[in-house]
């Protein structure tokens, strides 16, 4: 047999052969320095329409210019948010599956559910948060607007009055609890699925009281369909400057808000990932429009670091635990 010489690949050609073959592999992975590289997800814990899907619809829409990537939102209502939040929290750590938090999802929930199905410290890091919105006092309309004061005689008078709220464990829920706990009345609770049932009950005097976000109640306060008995807080809303607080009436202890939404990622996610996120978030949240926008239907808006929002967080779960523990709530 004769021998054909062997004439080995030059060195530097092998070089770069493998080069392009690490580049083209991290590329199809999207790494950070490439990413995004497709399409987000931005998870909302609600049905569409309420108004954390109305935020997340606008950030969403802002977000993709900006990243130039689709940004895709998934309403996954139910069980007070935790079936959202644990989607969220078994996703990829890539960046690429963003949360829209509420005080339910990050601070209530885990004082109120023996088994979460995540942990809201744990398994998401904090990008920003978006907004506050205090809650309100809303009798039905044939309560007419006479105050708090005259409100609490009249439920008690009723005898069958009852409360309406956003579903068991909610803060509207909690709200009726503690408004019972500290006036001394026996207002029933009546949960419904969503927030919107609920207030058609009220405006149809199937139901007596509600204790709602200001922006679910907003357009309805401004028309003049609901009167505000009083603000839940020790200081009036900029949205409702001539309706008194709940301090203000003599009941310093009647206050639970503000409610808040904030924007998390998974735990992980690259740190560049994470703050190139907050940055671009931040931007889009404190732009004018948005601002205006919101605050026009009644919020706050709020944005913050990652470390702000963490530690926020943080001080929210453990006031709303004393809250929770106080009117011994308890859900499975």
């Known amino acids: 047999m004769r021998n054909v010489p062997f004439a080995p ?38 049905p569409a329409g309420g108004s954390a899907d109305v935020q997340s619809r606008v950030i969403a829409q802002r977000l993709s210019a900006v990243l130039g990537q689709p ?7 139910g069980a007070g948010g935790n079936i959202a939040a644990a989607d969220a929290a078994h996703a990829q750590p890539d960046g690429y599956t ?17 088994n979460l199905g995540f942990d809201p410290v744990k398994d998401f890091a904090p990008l920003t948060l978006v907004t506050l919105n205090p809650q309100v006092i809303v009798p039905a309309p044939q309560y007419g607007s006479r105050g708090l004061a005259d409100l ?19 803060a509207t829920h909690i709200a009726g609890e503690l408004f019972n706990r500290l006036t001394g009345s026996a207002v029933v609770h009546v949960p419904y699925r969503g927030q919107g049932p609920a207030l058609n009950d009220l405006l149809a005097n199937r139901i007596d009281v509600m204790f ?14 609901l009167k505000a008995a009083a603000v839940m807080s020790d ?31 998974r735990a992980g996610t690259p740190q560049s990932i ?36 963490s530690d926020f ?18 859900l499975e």
Not at 98 to 114: D, E, Q, R, S, W
Not at 239 to 262: F, M, Q
Not at 313 to 330: F, M, N, S, V, Y
Request: hydrophobic share 45%; no cysteine.
């Open 313 to 330: 967080a943080a001080a929210e779960t453990a006031r709303w635990g004393k809250i929770i523990k106080d009117l011994d709530i308890r």
């Open 212 to 225: 709602p976000l200001i922006a679910d109640v907003f357009a309805f306060l401004q028309s003049g369909q």
């Open 71 to 77: 940004v895709i939102v998934d309403n996954k209502a």
């Open 98 to 114: 963003l949360f829209m938090a509420t005080t339910g999802t990050h601070a209530t929930n885990i004082n109120l559910y023996k």
């Open 152 to 170: 609490v005689i009249r439920l008690k008078e009723n005898g069958r009055a009852t409360f309406g709220s956003s579903g068991i464990g909610s």
């Open 274 to 309: 994470v703050d190139r996120l907050n940055r671009e978030l931040v931007a889009i949240i404190a732009a004018p429009a948005f601002v205006t926008r919101f605050e026009a239907a009644g919020f706050a808006i709020r944005t913050s670091t990652p470390a702000e929002l």
């Open 9 to 46: 690949l030059a060195v530097p050609a092998l070089v770069v052969v493998l080069s392009a073959a690490l580049a083209g592999g991290a590329e199809s992975q999207g790494g950070p320095d490439s990413w995004p590289t497709h399409p987000l997800e931005l998870i909302v814990p609600f």
């Open 235 to 265: 200081r009036r809303a900029k949205s409702l400057p001539n309706v008194p607080t709940t301090t203000e009436l003599g009941y310093p202890k009647l206050v639970l808000g503000p409610i808040w939404t904030a924007l998390y990622t």
